[in-house]
Each structure stands twice: as C-alpha cells, then as structure tokens.
C-alpha cells in the first residue's frame, strides 16, 4: 500500500502528502466517510483514500498549515514545517485561549486592563479590586474571576496601593479554571500542557505556593490543590507576554504557540498586536523538517545567564547549536580573554558551570570567577560613563579582555547609545553609527533574520548616516557624488529595516517603527531624485 516508513509520534507516513493515523478514526473532508488517513502536511484534515484526498486539494492547498506536530523523548511535543518556508512568511496567527496580567503587576483595571495610577482607584463592589471605572466591573472579561474572588471574604487578596505586587497573578489563574465551564475545548488544551508543577511543588518556590495556597484555602470552590499546581505551573511554563495599546504588560496563553520549543538560534518570530493576538513569521528561510522554534530567554544574556532561566523556569538544559558551541557560532559571546596568556578565549566544556578552559594555553577559572570579573568590570565602567569620548575610549579599553562580539562589549555599547543620544557633533555621530553597525554584526549572529531588534539597529544605524549626510551637505563637505552614494547607502538600509518592520502587525504598538520607517524613506527618496536631478 502507501506505507513507508514509521514517524516518531506513531503515525506511519506514506509517499505524497497523507499518512494512516492510529487515533480514533475520523470524517473524510471531501466525502465525510469515515477516514483513517491524515494530511502529513498540516495534520489537520482527514481523508477515507488517497482519490479524494487527490479531489480535495484544490480547496485543502488554500488552508494547508505549513507546520504538523511531532513529539520527542526529551523535548516533548513541538511543531516542525512541513514544507520550505520563504523569510517573512506570516506561517499562523491566533487569538489567545485566556489573558491576564502578568505574575507581578502595577495597579491594572481588572475590566480592561488599563494601568491604574490614581491611589483613589474605584473598586469592584463584589471582590475590592481595583478598576479604572466603575463599569469595568461588569466586563465580560472581569466576571470569570469575580466570581471567584468575591468568595475572599477577609480580603486577602485584593492589592492594597497601586505599586507592584505579585497578587495579580491568581487572577488568569482564576480565568483558566473558569474555562472548564465555559470552554470545555480551550480547558483540554490547558490541561494538556506542560507544567512541570512536581518541581515548583518540590521546590515550594515562594510566588508559586503563595497563589496555590491563596486560591485554595482563601477563595471557596475553585478547584483543588493539583489543579491548581497543574494551572499555575502550565501558565509559568507556556503563557506569552503581549503590550496593551498603552504599553501595558498582558500575559496569555495560546492554543498552538505553546507548541513551539525553544532555541538559542531562532527561526521564527512572535510579534503581537494590541489585542494579544500573536502573528508567527518566519524569521529566515525554514527548511522541511526543521523545528519551528522562539527564544524563550533574551539572546544578549551570556551562556550562564540563559541556562539558568531555561533550567529554573522551563526545566531543562538547552542543546542548541549557540549553546553546545564553545564559542557561541564564533562570537565569543560569553568568553572572556585568558588574563595568562592573553590569545586563548576561556570556553566552557559540555556543561557550562564546569570550569572554563583556555583554548589556547589550557589555563582554568571557576564559573564564578569569570562572573565576579565580568560584573566589577561592567560596574566600574558604567558608573564611570560620564562622557561620549571617555566612554567610547572605555569601549576600546574592553577590547583587551573580551571579543568585540563579548556581552560585556554590548552592554556597554547600548549603555553608551542610550546615554549619549543626543551628541550630535559629526565625530560623536560617526562613533555612534560605528557602534550601531558592530551591534547589527552581532545580531546578525545571535538572532539572525527578520527580527525586530535588527529591525530597530537598521533604523538607528539609518538615521546616525542621514545627521552625518546633512552636517556634510550643509557645510559644503561632499561632492554630488559623494551625496549621491551616500543617499543610496541611507536607503539601502531604511529598506531593509523596512523589510522587518512590515511584519509588525496592524493595530500594534510597533507599527509606529514602520511609520518612522516609512517617513524617513519618502524624504530619502526625495532628496535622491533632486540629486540625480543635478548630477
Ligand atoms: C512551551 S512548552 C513547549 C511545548 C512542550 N514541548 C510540550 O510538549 O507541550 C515548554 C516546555 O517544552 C520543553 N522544551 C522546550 N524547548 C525545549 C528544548 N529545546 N529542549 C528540551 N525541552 C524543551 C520543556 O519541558 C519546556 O518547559
């Protein structure tokens, strides 16, 4: 028959695009027969034969997910493309299952999420949390919860001032146990997922059993204490954190974007709009087969730093290609300069608390030791930060230590950036540009493709060319020619950064980087055709 060879996750797959499935049988999407065969491609669509699978794909091709899921003995299940993948390709989008704020949270309305900033907040007359009016409180999006909530009859739980407190973390809790009523589907797919609650359990890790204990023993007929570890834990491990139209942290959980597994080395991107709705784009081109896979930690975290959070959060050790490469794909990242022999870079062995090892010489150091320096060093340069001359000499100074492409060297460069925005004379501008073109190096490393943060250097390193191109115009400086190459490398990289930012979606936060974008191109593009005009 069709069969071939057999998957990891017990389907049997067959040549062309179906595979015989060992679930419960199903109905065939172009008759409605009872089916035992899939779509390999999406997973999604079942078929009685091979004929009508053939007679369905006119319609099917149009809804074809590029993605079908798989499942691993270490990494669980995860999401693999089913076909190439081009850069940029908008690969799903979803709508969230359950929103709320995140784990620790400033004062924020229950009913809308806004932030709330006045102390003389209304209140919810049923639970006492805070609103930001009154008519929040019967918000469809608040009344899964007050239900709840309202049962605190000593007011444990509601904050008491506007700072920052972890007490908002029961209340998507609260959410996601109210969907066993009112989404039965959307429950499964919360209980299905990975929580790792034996570890925070075991580990009685303080904000975790403080709202397990508080929705369990505070509020009356929630759920019970498993339940509870299996949400808290599923929510810690899974949930998503989004912006708010005004900037607002909001975390939530995803049907299928739980699904994605983690890497060092991404190759999609999430990118959401202000309704928490989650647009997955393809960050550079995905070939069959390949895992899709996010950062679950921040790329410009050292090695240590990265497997600590992934360890302590998520539970495992990551065995990306940046993480199992001694060098980090050759940028040095976490490596600093052997102080002995001053032409090895100390680099870890397979795991990376063990002591780290001179390429060169052999010489050792403790974990902790290349922590102690890297930190005395980074706090003694940035306090000392107090000019753009002596700070960019200082920059070169890090250079005797550490690779240009070390933590260390970024963190002092973004500081460096972010501090001295506004010098504005050519030689600060040209160093500041030099500096943005090291950092887009960088990126291009740690978190290639089309990411939002190369989008942003691009349009940084963009406008430090365009100050530079206007001081040389106004005095006089550049030829027309000069002008005119130095227009089209302007250009070059506003299209670039272009390129990224129209990923952003409609009604994001981040579509004002696309209108910036958009600004400076239609002024660049003017000031070329006068110039071409002249020459
Ligand atoms: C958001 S879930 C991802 C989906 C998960 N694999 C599943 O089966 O439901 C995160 C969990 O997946 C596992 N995981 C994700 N990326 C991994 C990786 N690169 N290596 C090993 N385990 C990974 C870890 O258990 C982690 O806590």
């Known amino acids: 028959m069709f069969l071939s060879s057999i998957t990891k996750n017990g389907t049997t797959k067959v040549s062309g695009k179906i595979t015989m499935t060992n679930e419960d049988a199903s109905r065939c999407g172009s008759c409605g027969a009872k089916a035992t065969l899939k779509c390999t491609a999406c997973g999604t669509v079942y078929y009685c034969s091979k004929e009508h699978q053939k007679k369905h794909w006119k319609v099917h091709k149009k809804e074809c997910l590029p993605y079908s899921e798989e499942n691993g003995p270490q990494q669980g299940r995860y999401l693999v493309a089913s076909r190439d993948i081009p850069a940029g390709h908008l690969i799903f989008k979803e709508k969230p299952l359950a929103i709320g704020p995140p784990s620790s949270s400033k004062a924020i309305c229950l009913g809308c999420h806004s932030p709330i900033t006045s102390p003389d907040y209304p209140k919810c007359p049923r639970c006492f949390w805070p609103l930001c009016s009154p008519e929040c409180a019967n918000s469809i999006l608040h009344i899964p919860e007050c239900k709840y909530l309202s049962t605190d009859e000593n007011s444990h739980g509601p904050p008491k001032s506007i700072d920052e407190t972890p007490r908002y973390d029961v209340v998507l809790l609260l959410r ?98 202000v309704y928490s709705t989650l647009y997955i784009h393809a960050a550079k081109v995905i070939k069959k087969g390949d895992p899709l896979v996010f950062s679950y930690v921040t790329s410009a975290a050292p090695l240590w730093q990265r497997q600590e959070e992934l360890k302590c959060i998520y539970n495992f050790l990551c ?52 922590i102690k320096v890297d930190d005395e060093i980074l706090d003694e340069i940035t306090k000392s930060c107090t000019s753009f ?94 002008q005119l190459v130095a227009v089209t490398k302007i250009l070059y990289l506003l299209e670039s950064a272009h390129e990224i930012m129209s990923l952003e979606p409609p009604n994001s936060v981040e579509q004002r980087w696309l209108r910036l974008v958009n600004e400076e191109i239609s002024k660049m593009k003017t000031i070329r055709e006068k110039l071409e005009e002249r020459h």
Request: aromatic share 8%; net charge positive; glycine share 4%.
């Open 176 to 273: 996601c146990l109210a969907l066993r009523n009112i989404k039965p589907d959307a429950w499964k797919i919360i209980e299905k997922m990975v929580s790792h609650s034996e570890k925070y359990e075991k580990e009685k890790e303080p904000f975790h059993m403080t709202s397990v204990t508080y929705i369990t023993e505070f509020l009356k007929d929630v759920c019970d204490v498993q339940t509870a570890h299996h949400v808290r834990g599923a929510i810690i491990t899974n949930a998503i954190n989004t912006r708010g139209p005004q900037g607002q942290t909001i975390r939530g959980l995803y049907s299928k974007i739980y699904l994605l597994n983690h890497s060092c080395v991404p190759n999609v991107t999430l990118r959401a709009d």
């Open 319 to 370: 065995k990306c290609q940046r993480c199992t490469d001694p060098t980090e794909l050759g940028t040095h990242f976490s490596n600093p300069l052997c102080s002995k022999c001053k032409r090895g870079f100390l680099e870890p062995a397979e795991n990376y608390q063990h002591p780290w090892t001179c390429s060169d010489c052999g010489e050792s150091k403790d974990l902790e030791h290349i």
């Open 389 to 482: 001359r002596d700070s960019s000499a200082m920059l070169q100074t890090v250079l005797k230590s550490y690779h240009p492409k070390h933590y260390v060297w970024l963190r002092i460069a973004q500081t460096i950036l972010g501090k001295f925005s506004n010098e504005n004379d050519t030689e600060s501008l040209t160093l500041r540009k030099d500096i943005w073109q090291q950092v887009l190096l960088l990126f291009f490393k740690i978190e290639p493709g089309l990411t939002r943060r190369r989008g942003v250097s691009l349009f940084h390193a963009a406008c430090l060319e365009s100050e530079i191109f206007k001081q040389g115009e106004t005095t006089g400086k550049l030829s027309p020619q000069e």
